[in-house]
């Protein structure tokens, strides 16, 4: 599967973007979603999930209550909403894609699309 990210870009504190991440090639219900993010200087980190089947969601303790992930199967896209954002979410956000589940590894990546958010 292909993943193509898209939806960055400049906002100030507190504000909104939504990230989308469309898939090509097979279709996102068979694949264990995620999101990811790295920032200047430091490591990639999670930052939510979906399971195969949208039944579960898992999020970072840092952007819970505050993003939300979905799935629009017909589109075959992921989205990340993204509200009341942070200077400390400045990075640049990855899709991903686990043929099997999160816990054993995503196999497949995005290009990564670059949130920055000013104070």
């Known amino acids: 599967v292909q993943l193509q990210s898209s939806g960055g870009g400049l906002v100030q504190a507190g504000g909104s973007l939504r990230l989308s991440c469309a898939a090509s090639?097979?279709?996102?219900?068979?694949?264990?979603m995620g999101w990811f993010r790295q920032a200047p200087g430091k490591e990639r980190e999670f930052v939510a999930s979906?399971?195969?089947?949208?039944?579960?969601?898992y999020y970072a303790d840092s952007v819970k209550g505050r993003f939300t992930i979905s799935k629009d199967n017909a589109k075959n896209t992921m989205y990340l909403q993204m509200v009341s954002l942070k200077p400390e979410d400045t990075a640049v956000y990855y899709c991903?894609?686990?043929?099997?589940?999160?816990?054993?590894?995503?196999?497949?990546w995005g290009q990564g699309t670059q949130v920055t958010v000013s104070s």
């Open positions: 991903a894609a686990a043929s099997i589940s999160g816990v054993v590894g995503y196999d497949y």
């Open positions: 090639g097979r279709i996102i219900s068979n694949y264990h």
């Open positions: 979906i399971t195969k089947n949208d039944l579960m969601k």
